[in-house]
């Protein structure tokens, strides 16, 4: 199920290049620059974490909020579309039914 939860999200949610991203590079650079060779790995490695992370953490959103549109389909089916037309059907035919009460005269009135 999940190498489909990944399908879908690639589907549906495909990535974009944003500046956020562009910016995390540049600093990621400048910083790897400064650093020694051991650090690089080090920052290399906690960046690849901190990546994969950030995949599980988007891909289980993505199947949280397809499970929720599911389970709401399937509500929805049960209890059949919500339909306009249908509703004013209903609500004329009991405006229809309901007994009619002849008006009131007041004394006075013409």
Known sequence: MNDYM????????????????SE?????YLLSQRLSRRNRRLL?????????LLEEET???FAAGFKLAVGLAKELSLEGLYSFDSEEERWAAAACAAPKTAPHKTKGAI
């Open 44 to 52: 290399l490695h906690l960046v690849d974490e901190q990546g994969m």
């Open 59 to 61: 891909l289980a959103a």
């Open 24 to 28: 995390t590079e540049r600093l990621h």
């Open 6 to 21: 990944k399908a879908l999200k690639r589907q549906f949610c495909p990535e974009e290049e944003s500046r956020h991203k």
